[in-house]
């Protein structure tokens, strides 16, 4: 069974950036899709989108909720089997607990996550 | 873009059975997850493709998917079965994970 583990939480600065990695241990990484989730305080759980790293950047290889494109980037190294969610231009309601969960992929879309990251806690403040 | 919709909170006696919603436009065409959350702790899947459960989960649990309304069906409560739940689909529309608002469910 594969473990994702993620990196320690953040503070962090309004119109800052931040950079959250979750390394994939003991199980597949490259063919499957690394999500990235993020949960506010209180609230229910928000997809920001996600990555296939055997396919990278590519064409489908990235997939973006609406609300988040153009300020969250994904990216994923296989050699370290470690993924990474970078979110732009933070402001305070950026904070929140950020998964990273593991899915799977079918030609007729992305399916269920079967594995989950601990979270990592994303403080915005001044 | 999809929505799926939850109702916010279900209450239920020890020993009987919760029944959670969720409601979309022809969901029924669509695979629904389910995955559970309690306090703390990170969401746990606890059925894939509207009735399928994975290894470790209870057969308490159970799924369908009919119409416009997917159920996730908890037979003989228990009081560690107190979670928040949420149902999510693929909006193959906009090519988007979709989450409903989840339902916290409280045992009595």
């Known amino acids: 069974q594969v473990q994702l583990v993620q990196s320690g939480a953040e503070v962090k600065k309004p119109g800052s950036s931040v950079k959250v990695s979750c390394k994939a241990s003991g199980g597949t990484f490259g063919n499957y899709a690394i999500n990235w989730v993020r949960q506010a305080p209180g609230q229910g759980l928000e997809w920001m989108g996600g990555i296939i790293p055997i396919f990278g950047t590519a064409s489908n290889g990235q997939k973006f909720s609406d609300s988040f494109k153009g300020r969250v980037t994904i990216t994923a190294d296989e050699s370290l089997t470690t993924a990474y969610m970078e979110v732009n231009s933070l402001r305070s309601e950026d904070t929140a607990i950020y998964y990273c969960?593991?899915?799977?992929?079918?030609?007729?879309?992305?399916?269920?996550?079967?594995?989950w990251g601990r979270g990592t806690l994303v403080t915005v403040s001044s | 873009s999809y929505v799926v919709t939850q109702p916010p909170s279900e209450s239920v006696a020890p020993g009987e059975t919760a029944r959670i919603t969720c409601g979309g436009n022809?969901?029924?065409?669509?695979?629904v997850h389910w995955y559970q959350q309690k306090p703390g702790q990170a969401p746990e899947l606890v059925m894939y493709?509207?009735?399928d459960r994975p290894s470790g989960v209870p057969d308490r649990f159970s799924g369908s998917n009919s119409g416009n309304t997917a159920t996730l069906t908890i037979s003989r409560v228990e009081a560690g079965d107190e979670a928040d739940y949420y149902c999510?689909?693929?909006?193959?529309?906009?090519?988007?994970?979709?989450f409903g608002g989840g339902t916290k469910l409280t045992v009595l």
């Open positions: 022809f969901i029924g065409g669509k695979s």
């Open positions: 999510q689909v693929w909006d193959s529309t906009r090519d988007q994970v979709v």
């Open positions: 969960a593991r899915g799977i992929f079918l030609s007729s879309g992305w399916g269920r996550f079967d594995s």
């Open positions: 493709d509207d009735s």
